[in-house]
């Protein structure tokens, strides 16, 4: 038995980069940045950056393209893959990529803009901020009270 499973969660480094193949098939390219933090030997915080070349087909892909922008906390669920080819100069080269299977967006629609790094961080602390939405029956999950210019949860596609 063999299981190639992988799941992060991240913030989206830049907007997704759309194309379609020659035979009509739609993909998304984008990249998610994963932080991991420790306290090294000497009482030091370390914290190193891990970035996630992440590939969406088809209709997945026509949402990440809709939906993700630079700075979006997003959950990828889908499985490693690694390609290979010969550059122009002769040298062979590897991309490992996640080809998803599930995204779910974990912003807020009402969360402020990504600062200018593309990672947003919260300057004051906001009543219910980073807490669980409650689960509305039938429709996925709830928000607070939408404004005109939120996305509504039972418009969001998937």
Not at 3 to 31: C, Q, Y
Request: proline share 6%; charged share 25%; net charge negative.
């Amino acid at each position: 038995m063999t299981l190639n499973k992988v799941m992060i969660i991240g913030h989206v480094v830049r907007d997704p980069e759309m194309r379609t193949t020659p035979n009509g098939a739609n993909v998304a390219n984008f990249s998610v940045a994963t932080n991991l933090v420790w306290t090294d030997a000497s009482g030091q915080r370390q914290d190193k950056s891990e970035f996630h070349n992440v590939v969406a087909w088809r209709r997945l892909a026509e949402i990440c393209g809709q939906y993700l922008k630079k700075g979006a906390k997003v959950y990828i669920e889908g499985r490693l893959q690694t390609r290979d080819w010969v550059g122009q100069d002769g040298q062979k080269r590897y991309r490992t990529e996640i080809v998803a299977d599930n995204m779910i967006l974990l912003d807020r629609p009402n969360a402020r803009p990504a600062a200018p790094g593309g990672y947003s961080a919260p300057q004051q602390a906001t009543p219910g901020y980073g807490e669980p939405m409650a689960p509305q029956a039938g429709a996925g999950f709830q928000t607070e009270e939408a404004t005109e210019d939120e996305i509504k949860v039972e418009d969001i596609p998937f």
